[in-house]
């Protein structure tokens, strides 16, 4: 049995937190987020759970992503009880965090690799969702609301000579040339926190303000422009729509003070403009040291509740 003794996040509850480190293509799937009918990633996931502790299980994810849209640094907890823990283990002297990494993956790739009634194209998904780490969370620890930050990013080929068609899954290969500096002129104006309406498809009782931290763009030396977006939060749609203004920008159709005069109309409109959500990426989700972990999830769920 695992002989360390189990971190309880929620003492009162008795109930033990599991965090999960994973990444997915998000191209097969309709999204983050359980839909009737579609293949999401959170339904596999919860499939494979549930065929796996034999209930229900329900996720918590830092950061829900658009149909498309792919994952490297996803994070999401789901709580057991410490029976329930324990018997992952099947009795043996081995870590139940170890034991859950290995059945998981197991079972996810049945999952994934043997769907009824799905498209060709994808009756077998095996790998397009991986599970890196399956461990007990500190006390305190939420994946949605503990969260300091979410990192984006996103490829662009504006050259010919830069369309590579190994990596065309996951870059958007733009026909006009891109100006790297007006697009970062154009970032850096937008920066801090705004009331973010003109980038964002509001959603009822939820806000649109948030802290956009970083918003920048550079050219690797392959030729491919890559965009860094990072926020406290994103609303839904909002680095699309943020990506899609900039490239008006860097394309030459619109003025670098263009994007500061948008997010000051706090107006959505014709000239709102999703960039295509393929090579969009979730990089990374940034947590505070453990013992900050509670205080920042409830100075969030505060704020949150404020703002709506």
């Given amino acids: 049995m695992h002989s360390q003794k189990p971190v309880v996040p929620q003492p009162d509850s008795?109930?033990?937190r599991v965090r999960m480190n994973l990444a997915y293509d998000g191209?097969?799937?309709?999204?983050?987020a359980i839909q009737p009918?579609?293949?999401?990633?959170?339904?596999?996931?919860?499939?494979?759970?549930?065929?796996?502790?034999r209930r229900p299980i329900r996720l918590t994810v830092a950061g829900r992503t658009d149909a498309g849209v792919h994952a490297r640094g996803q994070v999401v907890h789901f709580d057991l009880e410490p029976g329930e823990w324990e018997s992952l283990a099947r009795g043996k002297m081995i870590d139940p965090s170890a034991s859950l990494l290995r059945r998981l993956r197991g079972v996810v790739t049945k999952v994934l690799g043997g769907r009824v009634g799905a498209p060709v194209?994808?009756?077998d998904l095996a790998g397009a969702i991986e599970v890196h780490t399956a461990e007990l969370a500190p006390i305190g620890f939420d994946a949605r609301f503990s969260a300091l930050w979410r990192r984006y990013s996103y490829r662009i080929a504006d050259r010919a000579e830069s369309w590579d068609p190994l990596t065309r899954n996951i870059t958007l290969w733009h026909k006009h040339a891109l100006d790297v500096?007006?697009?970062n002129s154009a970032a850096e104006r937008i920066l801090g926190v705004n009331d973010y309406l003109s980038f964002c498809?509001?959603?009822?009782?939820?806000?649109?303000?948030?802290?956009?931290?970083d918003f920048s763009f550079t050219r690797n030396n392959d030729g491919v422009v890559v965009a860094t977006v990072r926020a406290d939060a994103f609303c839904h749609n909002m680095v699309r729509a943020l990506i899609g203004a900039s490239l008006t920008v860097g394309a030459g159709e619109e003025r670098p003070e263009w994007l500061?005069?948008?997010?000051?109309?706090?107006v959505r409109d014709s000239k709102t403009i999703l960039a295509p959500p393929h090579p969009l990426i979730l990089e990374e989700v940034k947590y505070p040291d453990d013992a900050a972990l509670s205080g920042r999830a409830e100075q969030t769920r505060a704020l949150r509740t404020s703002e709506d």
């Fill in 260 to 266: 500061h005069e948008r997010l000051v109309a706090k």
């Fill in 37 to 53: 009918g579609l293949l999401t990633v959170q339904g596999a996931l919860e499939e494979a759970l549930a065929t796996l502790l």
């Fill in 121 to 123: 194209p994808y009756r």
């Fill in 181 to 183: 500096d007006a697009l």
């Fill in 14 to 16: 008795g109930l033990l």
């Fill in 27 to 32: 191209g097969p799937f309709s999204g983050w």
């Fill in 201 to 213: 498809k509001p959603r009822q009782f939820s806000t649109t303000i948030r802290e956009l931290q």
